[in-house]
């Protein structure tokens, strides 16, 4: 079945440090790839998508490319913030246009100033 | 144009009592989601409704939880005989029909004593 793996927290950087975060998947076919951001105490949004091989999904000063070669959606920020310091999901959804999604673990970063 | 509404926000029941949690979708949304998210961890899939259907419920309990989505009016995540380990945050998420990307609610963090 679908899975997706992602970099265990909790991580914390300095302020304008540079940001990854790691995720891989396992899918059948060619899913759709998402970045969700949960703040303490709230919903998750969304803060980027990618829907094939190769787009790179942006939002925010975030990004994250879609590499069907390593199943890959790294997230990286060249120059991160205290308002960064959440919690970051990835999640996949196949194709299909109606399936769920499945998420990772959850990534909690916090930013120092 | 309205998000997914979830209410109540907070919930706070007693070990065996009942606890309903509502979900109006996004307009225009016919596709609904259920997820629960237990303290420090991901996001969980429960079960997937269309209006008047159940599509999927591979995440739902055996026991003691049902959920619907009629035809007018909010889904209801429905919990018999709380106990504590119910205790969770509690999203729901919408989708057009063979819309990508699914869109979540603030949640009902629900808290049984």
Known sequence: GDSVTQMEGPVTLSEEAFLTINCTYTATGYPSLFWYVQYPGEGLQLLLKATKADDKGSNKGFEATYRKETTSFHLEKGSVQVSDSAVYFCAL???????????????????IP | ?????????HLVRRRGQE???????????SHVYWYRQL????LKFMVYLQKENIIDESGMPK?????????EGP????????????????????????????YFGEGSWLTVV
């Open chain 2, 19 to 29: 606890a309903r949690l509502r979900c109006s979708p996004m307009k225009g949304h």
């Open chain 2, 1 to 9: 144009n309205a998000g997914v509404m979830q209410n109540p926000r």
């Open chain 1, 93 to 111: 959804r196949s194709k299909g246009g109606n399936e769920k999604l499945t998420f990772g673990t959850g990534t909690r970063l916090t930013i």
């Open chain 2, 39 to 42: 303290p420090e961890e991901g």
């Open chain 2, 63 to 71: 026991e003691r939880f049902s959920a619907e989505f009629p035809k």
């Open chain 2, 75 to 102: 889904s209801i995540l429905r919990i018999q005989q709380v106990v504590r380990g119910d205790s969770a945050a509690y999203f729901c998420a919408s989708s057009e029909s063979g819309e990508n990307t699914i």
